[in-house]
Structure formats: C-alpha cells, structure tokens
C-alpha cells in the first residue's frame, strides 16, 4: 500500500522559514519523481518544486526560486521542502506526489498523493 505522509506545516510571521518532510512507503520501483504542490483556498493546485529519486537534479517553480529548496533522504525514504523567507501568498496546502514521470510540474502526471500539510505565512 503506497503511503506519502506529509509534515512540518505550521504558522510562521513573514520572512520565516519552515522544513516540510514527506515520508514514502510502497512506492513501486517505477516511481522516478517527488514532488510538492500546493493549493490555496479558491485558487488551483500549483507545482512547487520536484527532484528525482536520486536527487541528481530538481525543478522549482519560479515562484519559489532561490527561496525554497527540495532534497531526498534516501535512507529514509523522506522527501523534505526547505523553505525560506516565506511570504504571505506562500499561505496554502502543500502536498507531496510521486509520479513515474521525469521531474514533471504538471499535477496530472502524479499519480499518488499525500493528504497535505497547511502552511500559513501572516504579514
């Protein structure tokens, strides 16, 4: 049974910085890609950033560039989202997804999901 549990959401002040972590079980081998997306109320589901399995290269949205950083552990199968000088409209749920696709940002090509983390930046 695939299972990708999200973690470290939080409240934070402007400027401030939170650590997501995604833990993985029951991925089958053909799984290539992690990533993270989020969706604030009203609006659509936005791709973050992705790495591949073996980390040897990632994929961010430029929304979140030169602030956020995407990592692996492998050995523990966790998939983190460092994310640094958070800004309000950073406000949403962020999911974790798995996709056999290489680093791709569309939402479709994911095929599973974690149940979401709410993050919350006020000003």
């Known amino acids: 049974q695939v299972q990708l549990v999200e973690s470290g959401g939080g409240s934070v002040q402007a400027g401030g910085s939170l650590r997501l972590s995604c833990a993985a079980s029951?991925?089958?081998?053909?799984?290539?890609?992690m990533g993270w997306f989020r969706q604030a109320p009203g609006k659509e589901r936005e791709f973050v950033a992705a790495?591949?399995?073996?980390?040897?290269?990632?994929k961010y949205a430029d929304s979140v560039k030169g602030r956020f950083t995407i990592s692996r552990d492998n050995a523990k199968n966790t998939a983190l989202l460092q994310m640094n000088s958070l800004k309000p409209e950073d406000t949403a749920a962020y999911f974790c997804?798995?996709?056999?696709?290489?680093?791709?940002?569309?939402?479709?090509?994911?095929?599973?999901w974690g149940q979401g983390t709410q993050v919350t930046v006020s000003s």
């Open positions: 997804a798995a996709s056999i696709k290489y680093l791709s940002a569309g939402y479709y090509d994911y095929d599973y």
């Open positions: 790495i591949t399995w073996s980390a040897s290269a990632t």
């Open positions: 029951g991925l089958p081998s053909s799984v290539y890609t």
